[in-house]
Nanobody, 128 residues
Framework: QEPLTESGGGSVQGGGSLRLSCDASAATFNNDCMAWFRQASGKEREAVAGIGSDGLTFYAEFAKGRFTISKENAKNTLYLQMNSLKPEDTATYYC??????????????????????WGQGTQVTVSS
């Protein structure tokens, strides 16, 4: 089993909501920092939101006020609640984990090359 498995993607109309889940129960590493990234067709992968083992959260500007990252430690599951979805949110969303703090000095949470573990992605399509 892959260490990170996303689910919850789908198609929704603009203004709608989706909740993505990332099952990390198969992970054998400490998830000091977990995050959601997304990649739209023809574009680079970008950070959406991150959460540390201490519960501190980080958001990309476009996600603030609309998306909420959370985790349920008992289930070792990461979530991304997405509200007020827009067509430009259409992308494949990936769960990722790294072995050091989201707030580690000099290693920004949004840098994707600092993440060692990745899920296979889940597609989100928002229609206008």
């Amino acid at each position: 089993q892959e260490p990170l498995t996303e689910s919850g993607g789908g198609s929704v109309q603009g203004g709608g909501s989706l909740r993505l889940s990332c099952d990390a129960s198969a992970a054998t590493f400490n998830n000091d920092c977990m995050a959601w990234f997304r990649q739209a067709s023809g574009k680079e992968r970008e950070a959406v939101a991150g959460i540390g083992s201490d519960g501190l959260t980080f958001y990309a500007e476009f996600a603030k006020g609309r998306f909420t990252i959370s985790k349920e430690n008992a289930k070792n599951t990461l979530y991304l609640q997405m509200n007020s979805l827009k067509p430009e949110d259409t992308a494949t969303y990936y769960c990722a984990a790294r072995l050091f703090s989201c707030g580690a000095y000099g290693r920004p949470w949004a840098r994707l090359d600092y993440y060692k573990y990745w899920g296979q992605g889940t597609q989100v399509t928002v229609s206008s």
